[in-house]
């Protein structure tokens, strides 16, 4: 089984920034895409970045050029850095991860850090 924990969650005003982090742990996987997906009060959770081991990204229309998704595909971390924040980002923000064993894919969740912007 593979463990996500994350951390960087916080609260910050408009116009700040912020940096997540997320290790994954464990063994009899290999991670092949990371990511962070959010979820606001009302919303449907939604993807907000991902990276594959081939380095290819991928960016929610309302992050890009604010948001920046980077790897150590050594340690198996994934960060978020998240500049210029609107209180439209306040969500709970779940690290994510795509891992295969035995030519299957399955699907690991970390518990979620709380991402409050506000004056």
């Known amino acids: 089984q593979v463990q996500l924990v994350e951390s960087g969650g916080g609260l910050v005003q408009p116009g700040g920034s912020l940096r997540l982090s997320c290790a994954a742990s464990?063994?009899?996987?290999?991670?092949?895409?990371m990511g962070w997906y959010r979820q606001a009060p009302g919303k449907q959770r939604e993807l907000v970045a991902a990276?594959?081991?081939?380095?290819?990204?991928n960016y929610a229309d309302s992050v890009k050029g604010r948001f920046t998704i980077s790897r150590d595909n050594a340690k198996n971390t994934v960060y978020l850095q998240m500049n210029s924040l609107k209180p439209e980002d306040t969500a709970v923000y779940y690290c994510?991860?795509?891992?295969?064993?035995?030519?299957?894919?399955?699907?690991?969740w970390g518990q979620g850090t709380q991402v409050t912007v506000s004056s």
């Open positions: 464990g063994s009899g996987f290999s991670i092949v895409v």
């Open positions: 990276s594959n081991n081939a380095g290819i990204t």
């Open positions: 994510h991860a795509n891992g295969r064993r035995n030519y299957e894919l399955y699907q690991f």
